[in-house]
């Protein structure tokens, strides 16, 4: 049986993931699938990290919370039609979520090795969040731009799957 942990983990990786793919240029899909992928992505990541499992301590709570108002910053860069204000604000976005990723990690000690390596997947997912949210320097669409956000996505999908992996239930 799925734990409550292993629910939200597992939502926000396929969030994750979607959203990466959708980051990414394609010459098989259309722009438009490619939009609709990263904001179902976004949306799923915003659910996945609302979900907050019982008895976790007050930064992981916050840190969740963080997480999804980030995520739903960068869904509402989607639907504004202003590149430079979209971009900006897809960039905030990033960096609450990365702010929130990093209060979620676990710095106890005398952690198993599964919890390692779920905080180890957490700290990826903070480095490719604030990764993404570099992209912002460059100009909405250039080539510059875009490598960064599609990098920053596929960083913070690995970590959010190797997380949702170790994930302890």
């Given at each position: 049986?799925?734990?409550?942990?292993?629910?939200?983990?597992?939502?926000?990786?396929?969030?994750?993931v979607?959203?990466?793919?959708?980051?990414?240029?394609?010459?098989?899909?259309?722009?438009e699938?490619?939009?609709?992928?990263?904001?179902?992505?976004?949306?799923?990541?915003?659910?996945?990290?609302?979900?907050?499992?019982?008895?976790?301590?007050?930064l992981?709570?916050?840190?969740?919370?963080?997480?999804?108002i980030?995520?739903?910053?960068?869904?509402?860069?989607?639907?504004?039609e202003?590149?430079?204000?979209?971009?900006?604000l897809?960039?905030?976005?990033?960096?609450?979520?990365?702010?929130?990723?990093?209060?979620?990690?676990?710095?106890?000690?005398?952690?198993?090795?599964?919890?390692?390596?779920?905080?180890?997947?957490?700290?990826?997912?903070?480095?490719?969040?604030?990764?993404?949210?570099?992209?912002?320097?460059?100009?909405?669409?250039?080539?510059?731009?875009?490598?960064i956000?599609t990098?920053g996505?596929?960083?913070?999908?690995?970590?959010?799957?190797?997380?949702?992996?170790?994930?302890?239930g």
């Amino acid at each position: 049986m799925w734990t409550e942990s292993q629910i939200s983990a597992w939502i926000e990786a396929i969030g994750t993931v979607l959203s990466a793919i959708g980051s990414t240029p394609s010459s098989v899909l259309s722009d438009e699938i490619l939009n609709d992928l990263n904001v179902i992505g976004l949306a799923l990541q915003a659910i996945g990290s609302s979900l907050i499992p019982q008895n976790q301590d007050y930064l992981f709570v916050v840190g969740s919370q963080l997480e999804a108002i980030g995520n739903l910053v960068s869904l509402q860069a989607e639907f504004i039609e202003n590149e430079n204000v979209s971009s900006v604000l897809s960039s905030q976005g990033d960096l609450i979520e990365a702010v929130g990723g990093a209060l979620t990690i676990d710095f106890t000690g005398n952690q198993s090795i599964q919890n390692a390596l779920n905080n180890i997947g957490d700290v990826i997912q903070v480095i490719g969040a604030a990764y993404q949210a570099l992209s912002v320097r460059y100009p909405p669409n250039s080539l510059k731009n875009q490598e960064i956000n599609t990098v920053g996505s596929w960083i913070q999908a690995v970590g959010a799957v190797l997380s949702a992996i170790f994930v302890e239930g």
